[in-house]
């Protein structure tokens, strides 16, 4: 079948681009070599980039104009409104993501993730396994280790397990989103958190997606509270949004709490004392019998908990363990995008 022929594609890839020229044409290649027995359709949202990203993004569309949209900004809306918005054209039954800088590596993963939510109509959202690849030290690990197969919202409530470029998730649950999402940087949790609300959560054990992770991308140590930070305002506004359902508000709280005290400890750590009574102050509106004694009796535990274990014999091996497996993927290539496009069948 030539995917062109159909005007509805079956499935809509969401892909947002911003200053990655480096990687776009394998997160592209990705898609494109596909192999399918339906038509789908891959939505660039390129947020005003500097690079030659757009460049590629306009060789490619016009090179597979029945597949390839892209919607080119003019200015930069950052991540959530730029997700929002190439959400918003997105046409397709079901709606994936690939991050611009993460590529698929099974030609099948599309094909795979669509035939189990045709069948099993009582599921949200399905996702799989990623290989995380660590650019800057050619580290190689697999994502998701013990992962249940099947977990639901209340599961997703108390940590996010679900890699961005791994979900697929029904259109139709969710065609637009309350304005608050727009707002929030990790508006991806928020927006798997709202599809989690209408069925189950099917896990894939095999990896079929790379998982980039480049030094450049990720917060410095000076700005480590920052992620905590946005981790922490969108589950506020999901606390606020789930208000009415008990399990799914009460491991949310969980995770909430588990934050502010990162955060306390973060700021203590570096002398911040000002912001260790802002944090303490915001937790008690949460757990207002939360006290500063059991906050520092809990950091002195867990310190004490570490050290025990880097000095057990179990501790030792298990470090022992994890360093040989660091070193081993070295050896282990990094797998390729099988680039052929699949557009004729």
């Known amino acids: 079948m030539d995917k062109s022929s159909e005007s509805n594609p079956k499935v809509s890839v969401l892909m947002l681009a911003y200053n990655v020229g480096k990687y776009l044409e394998t997160a592209i290649q ?19 980039s500097t690079d030659n990203t757009y460049e590629i993004c306009k060789r490619y569309q016009e090179s597979y104009p029945d597949i390839i949209r892209v919607l080119r900004r003019d200015k930069n809306l950052g991540v959530a409104k730029n997700t929002m918005d190439t959400y918003s054209h997105c046409r397709g039954e079901y709606i994936t993501y690939c991050d611009s800088d993460d590529y698929m590596i099974d030609r099948h993963r599309l094909q795979v993730m669509t035939d189990f939510m045709d069948s099993h109509k009582d599921f949200g959202l399905c996702f799989h396994r990623m290989l995380n690849y660590y650019e800057d030290t050619g580290v190689k690990s697999l994502s998701n280790g013990g992962q249940k197969q099947v977990t639901d919202i209340v599961d997703l409530a108390a940590m996010n397990y679900i890699t961005t470029s791994s979900v697929m998730m029904r259109r139709a649950n969710n065609e637009t989103f309350p ?31 790379v998982y980039r992770k480049r030094s450049f991308a990720t917060f410095s140590k000076i700005d480590a509270d920052k992620r ?6 969108v589950r506020k506004k999901l606390i606020e949004y789930f208000k009415d359902n008990e399990p799914v508000c009460r491991n949310l709280l969980m995770a909430t709490n588990n934050i502010y005290y990162a955060l306390i400890s973060f700021y203590r750590a570096n002398g911040n004392e000002e912001r260790v009574a802002e944090m303490f102050k915001e937790m008690n509106q949460y757990y207002p019998e939360c006290t500063i ?12 908990e ?9 501790g030792r091996i298990r470090s022992f363990m994890s360093f040989g497996r660091a070193m081993l993927s070295h050896l282990v290539p990094v797998p390729k995008v099988k680039w052929q496009p699949n557009i004729n069948k």
């Open 30 to 48: 990705g898609v494109l070599s596909q192999i399918t027995d339906f038509p789908y359709e891959l939505v660039i949202g390129e947020d005003y």
């Open 179 to 209: 304005d608050w999402v727009g707002d929030e940087v990790l508006c991806d949790y928020a927006v798997q958190m709202l599809n989690a609300e209408h069925g189950k959560i099917y896990y894939f054990s095999r990896p079929m997606a």
């Open 228 to 233: 905590l930070l946005m981790s922490l305002s």
């Open 293 to 304: 004694e059991e906050l520092q009796k809990r950091e002195q535990d867990h310190a004490a």
């Open 306 to 314: 570490l050290e025990a274990s880097k000095k057990s014999m179990k």
